[in-house]
């Protein structure tokens, strides 16, 4: 019995599921990261952009020429993003309402302290811990363009 016990925690580790942890948000930043793989900037692109997944442009704007219908309720990404580093970019994509109770703004990486959530999506994460190092890494690319 020990053996299977042990044999399905090991499978849980190497697999890697997804499980959220609580996050500690010291001062303005969550320092560590929620993946142990590094963000991917591609990835990140391709996640904002997306009206699946981030669903960034529903209210935000940014560098994406091919996307005709962008966001005017929030700031633009490069504006959003330019006074912010990596740990205060997790933060406020884990929970924007930490900083702004009032912000329309979803808690990306929460599962308790949600509104209105559909019954199907209770305990799920809008985005899982290498998908927002991903956009973390994309957003850092824009403090990076002239």
Not at 25 to 51: H, K, Q, W
Not at 74 to 101: D, G, M
């Amino acid at each position: 019995m020990r053996k299977r016990v042990a044999l399905a925690f090991s499978w849980l580790v190497i697999l890697n599921l997804n499980v959220v942890h609580a996050q500690v948000i010291t001062g303005d930043s969550i320092f560590e990261s929620l993946s142990s793989e590094a963000g991917n900037p591609v990835r990140g692109r391709a996640i904002v952009a997306s009206r699946q997944t981030g669903l960034c442009l529903l209210c935000h704007s940014g560098p994406f020429p091919e996307e005709r219908f962008q966001g005017n309720l929030a700031p633009e990404l490069k504006a959003s993003v330019a006074r912010l580093n990596a740990p205060q970019l997790r933060a406020r994509i884990v929970n924007a309402a930490h900083f702004n109770p009032q912000t329309i703004m979803p808690a990306y990486y929460q599962t308790s302290h949600l509104n209105r959530v559909a019954a199907k999506f209770v305990g799920q994460t809008m985005l899982n811990g290498q998908e927002i190092e991903d956009v973390i890494a994309f957003l850092i690319t824009l403090n990076n363009q002239n």
